[in-house]
């Protein structure tokens, strides 16, 4: 998908320092960025366990129903979705992988 490869290619801060951590397979789990699925654009995919870790910047403050029909979608096709605030990756990105981890593994 051409607008996933370009969402790639343009980043945000948060999003590059949490796929610094998280291509490196935190507690096994591969994870895919700015993956394709559906109409949209997951900025993490762990197809393994089918989990979509989403950054949430200032804009996504403004986009609340946007963002809960696009949840909604994802969870009916069986998707797990996890919010993380584009603040508390910067602040803390160890503890956000660790959160994601921990999530996975007591789905398991």
Known sequence: MKIARGLRRNM??????LWQRLRARPGGVKFRRQHPVGAYVADFYAPDV???VEVDGLAHDFRVERDAVRDAWLMG?????????AADVL?????VVE??????????
């Open 77 to 85: 096709q069986g998707f797990g979705v996890v919010r993380v605030a």
């Open 91 to 95: 602040k803390d990105v160890y503890a």
């Open 99 to 108: 959160g994601v981890v921990r999530l996975i593994l007591a789905s398991r």
């Open 12 to 17: 945000s801060p948060p999003e590059v320092l």
């Open 50 to 52: 089918r989990l979509i």
